[in-house]
């Protein structure tokens, strides 16, 4: 079933989803059951899995010189969306992303997700690699994500990347976005950032899912102002608890979002880890009911492999 589907389903009641990322190469299919397996009781109606692009890594050879190698480290996102799918009964959503694929390449991923029966995709641009500096396309790939979106909208109505492909199969794939309540760090200002997902939902996005943030201000206001830049389709919130002291530099420099004044309060007072564990959960658990007394149609939690802090937050929530 479609995303969008579960949340007209739903009826105005909030759903909880979950993102996971693949294993590190070398780990099992297990490791991700094991994270997910507590959550179930929440009924997820879907549950996202990240794509990893590769990266570079330099190694030392024989000779004592460096070498730059390419690898990917978290591999198996489309195979860890089938296994959950046939697992759980649930839908997955694989993230797609611009960087590391061709335009060829993206087709004939998704025409593995289509056969595989996976209609939800969340389709993003991805990050500069490590060493890039930014972010640099494939060689005949897609920029932007919105360029990615118009693919997958192009293969719905049924036309592929070879022309003489006339009576193509139409593929029925319910597209998402990444939005951004604190704005897209590249973007140079707020409205110009608006005005790229209002032209997502326009080329066939269904849906947005957000960036994490620790202030629902954010949220209140950016839902606000996609509505009145016309965009209409449903806003997931995204959220995820502070669990350890050194996230409050490593989240705003990696997320670009920032930490409310009274959260920072409440942390510089926890002396011990244990300490400020309970800060972010209690906080985190403040803003999802904030949330969805406000009516948002979902509340997605990113489980960064913790289902117990997760598992802990919805239990007080739902
Ligand atoms: P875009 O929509 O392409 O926007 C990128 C920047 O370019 C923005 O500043 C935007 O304002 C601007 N822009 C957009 N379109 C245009 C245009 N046509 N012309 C000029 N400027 C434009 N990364 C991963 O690698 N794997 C994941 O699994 C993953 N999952 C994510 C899930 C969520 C919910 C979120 C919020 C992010 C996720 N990311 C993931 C990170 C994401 O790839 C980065 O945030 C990336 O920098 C931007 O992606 P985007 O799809 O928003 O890009």
């Known amino acids: 079933m479609k995303v969008t589907d579960y949340f007209e389903k739903a009826h105005g009641e909030t759903l909880i989803s979950f993102e996971i990322l693949p294993p590190l190469k070398g780990g099992s299919m297990q490791a991700i059951f094991d994270i997910l397996d507590p959550l179930m009781e929440f009924k997820p109606p879907f549950i996202d899995v990240t794509y990893h692009r590769e990266e570079f890594i330099y190694q030392v050879k024989d000779s004592g010189y460096y070498e730059k190698v390419a690898i990917r480290k978290r591999p198996g996102t489309v195979g860890i969306c089938a296994a959950l799918m046939h697992r759980y009964g649930i839908d997955a959503v694989p993230h797609l992303i611009c960087g590391g694929f061709t335009k060829e390449d993206t087709e004939n991923a998704l025409i593995d997700l289509n056969f595989l029966n996976i209609n939800n995709v969340l389709a993003i641009r991805g990050d500069a690699r490590k060493f890039d500096g930014k972010f640099i396309p494939e ?114 420099r990696i997320f670009h979002v920032n930490f409310p004044e009274d959260l920072m309060k409440e942390l510089k007072k926890a002396n011990t880890s244990k300490a400020v564990k309970e800060v972010g959960i209690e906080w985190c658990i403040h803003q999802s009911k904030e949330l969805k007394a406000a009516g948002v149609p979902c509340l997605h939690y990113y489980t960064m492999g913790d289902s117990k802090t997760i598992r802990r937050i919805c239990k007080e929530v739902f």
């Open 139 to 252: 060689e005949g790939g897609h920029h932007y994500a919105l360029d990615l979106v118009k693919q997958i909208q192009n293969m719905n109505e049924g036309k592929y990347l070879d022309p003489n492909i006339t009576d193509g199969l139409q593929t029925d794939f319910c597209i998402g976005i990444a939005g951004y309540p604190e704005k897209h760090f590249e973007a140079p200002n707020y409205s110009e950032d608006l005005s790229y997902v209002k032209a997502k939902v326009d080329a066939g996005a269904d849906f947005v899912v957000t960036q994490m943030f620790f202030e629902n201000a954010h949220f209140f206001k950016y839902q606000e102002l996609c509505d009145k830049a016309g965009i209409k389709v449903p806003i997931v919130p995204g959220l995820k608890p502070v669990t350890r002291a050194y996230q409050v530099n490593s989240i705003p």
